[in-house]
T-cell receptor, first 110, second 116 residues
Framework: EPEVTQTPSHQVTQMGQEVILRCVPISNHLYFYWYRQILGQKVEFLVS????????KSEIFDDQFSVERPDGSNFTLKIRSTKLEDSAMYFC????????FGPGTRLTVL | QKEVEQNSGPLSVPEGAIASLNCTYSDRGSQSFFWYRQYSGKSPELIMFIYSNGDKEDGRFTAQLNKASQYVSLLIRDSQPSDSATYLCAVKRPRRQNTGFQKLVFGTGTRLLVSP
């Protein structure tokens, strides 16, 4: 059964550093999303992406965040200058209609 | 008022019993409703979705939707210890006509514990 994959599974970085989180969507899916979940809290929407452009973004998704699909397969989330409060699980989800989640990347900002 | 509300639990049931998980939502325009299961440290796993009022059954799971009351529930029959997880209720918030643009709004989840 096709699955969404994400790399890396765990990323540790220093505050102020840039990180790129990668996602490989299910092959026939056209809609892509990033969510995050801070430890012990609910899953929160960050951004949705379709046809090579952002379709919606949340208040969390400020100028430090960006997304792109550089090669037609990978879907990436970049955080330019990480903050301590960016520490969370980041989930990629892809959809034709119902959204399926990848295994997540645990980001730890020190 | 929270957009999607769930009792955080834990809900404890013995093995073989029916577990009943509830969720309410605030936006009457919501049209699609989802139940995800999340094991500790893992990602949400889609187990049920429902779009129309009434019941929808899939194996041991039944989703129930009452749009008038803005209420969604999930019943798990013959609960097993492996069902112990956090169950997330999620609602699609409409933004455009195209359903693909709709983001999911999650509740905080209900932790279910099934004891052997």
């Amino acid at each position: 059964e096709p699955e969404v994959t994400q790399t890396p599974s765990h990323q540790v970085t220093q505050m102020g550093q840039e990180v790129i989180l990668r996602c490989v969507p299910i092959s026939n899916h056209l809609y892509f999303y990033w969510y995050r979940q801070i430890l012990g809290q609910k899953v929160e929407f960050l951004v949705s992406f379709y046809n090579n452009e952002i379709s919606e973004k949340s208040e969390i998704f400020d100028d430090q965040f960006s997304v792109e699909r550089p090669d037609g397969s990978n879907f990436t989330l970049k955080i330019r200058s990480t903050k301590l409060e960016d520490s969370a699980m980041y989930f990629c989800a892809t959809a034709v209609d119902e959204q399926f989640f990848g295994p997540g990347t645990r980001l730890t900002v020190l | 008022q929270k957009e999607v509300e769930q009792n955080s639990g834990p809900l404890s049931v013995p093995e073989g019993a029916i577990a009943s998980l509830n969720c309410t939502y605030s936006d009457r325009g919501s049209q699609s409703f989802f139940w995800y299961r999340q094991y500790s440290g893992k990602s949400p796993e889609l187990i049920m979705f429902i779009y129309s009022n009434g019941d929808k059954e899939d194996g041991r799971f039944t989703a129930q939707l009452n749009k008038a009351s803005q209420y969604v529930s999930l019943l798990i029959r013959d609960s097993q210890p492996s069902d112990s997880a956090t169950y997330l209720c999620a609602v699609k918030r409409p933004r455009r006509q195209n359903t693909g643009f709709q983001k999911l709004v999650f509740g905080t989840g209900t932790r279910l514990l099934v004891s052997p």
